[in-house]
């Protein structure tokens, strides 16, 4: 896990964990939930790691955001 100097931010691997709160944050800014789509996504990640790239910033309040990147196909 890194933390980012002086913000109290660190950065790890998303988990299934993170599901519930991923789907919060994804909801504000969608204004709908997308929990069948997130979890398709954190599935496949957590399949092929090599392919996907999913961050998860947490703060002392918890998931503070996320980052997911996937390989075109």
Same mark, same amino acid.
């Given at each position: ?12 691997? /998303?988990?299934?964990? =993170? *599901? =519930? ?10 204004? #709908?939930?997308? #929990? ?9 990640? /957590?399949?092929?790691? !090599? *392919?996907?790239?999913? *961050?998860?910033?947490? =703060?002392? !309040? ?8 996937? #390989?075109?196909?």
């Amino acid at each position: 896990m890194a933390t980012a100097a002086g913000t109290g931010i660190a950065v790890r691997a /998303l988990t299934r964990e =993170d *599901l =519930d709160a991923v789907v919060a944050i994804d909801a504000a800014f969608e204004g #709908r939930s997308r #929990r069948t789509y997130m979890e398709r996504r954190l599935a496949a990640a /957590l399949r092929e790691p !090599k *392919l996907h790239v999913q *961050l998860a910033a947490t =703060d002392g !309040k918890g998931l503070a955001g996320y980052i997911q990147i996937g #390989r075109a196909h």
